[in-house]
C-alpha cells in the first residue's frame, strides 16, 4: 500500500484524499439519522401517564387549576329520608270530641287512623279504635288508648317531630271530670302528637276548648274538644 502510494504523482494524491474524505462524509451521513431516531423512539411497551390523575386539579392556559371532575354530592341525612318516606293520609281535618250528653253509658271517641269521630254505648270500656275518648260511665274521664302520646313545642311539627315529641309522652288516661277540669292536660292551642296503634303518626292542632256545666246530669262538668289534625304514614 506505501509502495503504491508513493508511486502515485502529486495529482493523484489530492484526488485520492478528497474521495476518501467524501466517502467519510456519506457513512456519517448514513450513520447519524439512524443513531438520533434509535434515541428519540418511545419504548412501546411503556405505559403512558395521564398528565393528571382522577379527583386532582389541573392548570390551564393561565396557570390557574380548573377541577378535572365534581365532587360527590353529600348524601341525605337519615331524618330527611325518613321524613321524605312518609304519606299524608288526610291534613287538617276538623275533629270535635264531647262529652255525651247522657246519663247513660256511652263513650264518644276519635279514631285518627280512619280520621273521623264515633260513639258507641258500653257500660265497661271504650273500643279498641278509640284513641282519644270521653266516657260517662264510672266517672271515666279522657281516656287515652294509643302506643304513643305528648305534646309539641313547635307550632306546625313534621311528622318525624311529632313521632320523636309522642315518644316523650306526658299525655295520658285522667280518671274524673273533677281532675280532668283541674288538671287538663289539653288546652287551647295546644299540638297533640300521637303514634296510633296502627303506627301513624298524628298531630291534633287543639283549636278549641269549651267546658260547660251539666245541669242534671250525673256529672257536673263536661268538655268538648276541637281539634284540626293530620296523620301521616310510611
Known sequence: MRTWYSGLSQGSRISFWGIAIAAVIGVIGII????????????????????????TVAPDNDGTPTATSKAPEPSKSHSQEQQAAY???????????RTPRSNECWNSFIDFDKGQVASNRSRVSVPK???????RCAGFGLGVQVAAAGTSSTSTPSAEQCLEAAK???????EGYDLLRDEDPIKRGTVLCLETAEGKVV???????????????????????????????L
Open 129 to 135: 279504635e278509640a284513641d282519644l275518648a270521653l266516657n
Open 32 to 55: 447519524v439519522p439512524v443513531v438520533i431516531s434509535a434515541e428519540g423512539k418511545p419504548d412501546a411497551k411503556s405505559p403512558s401517564v395521564p398528565s393528571t390523575l382522577p379527583g
Open 168 to 174: 316523650q309522652g306526658g299525655i295520658q288516661t285522667v
Open 87 to 97: 304519606k299524608e293520609v288526610y291534613s287538617e281535618r276538623l275533629l270535635k270530641l
Open 203 to 233: 298531630r291534633a292542632i287543639t283549636e278549641e276548648v269549651r267546658w260547660t256545666k251539666l245541669d242534671g246530669l250525673s256529672v257536673e262538668w263536661g268538655v268538648d274538644y276541637t281539634f284540626r289534625a293530620t296523620a301521616w304514614e
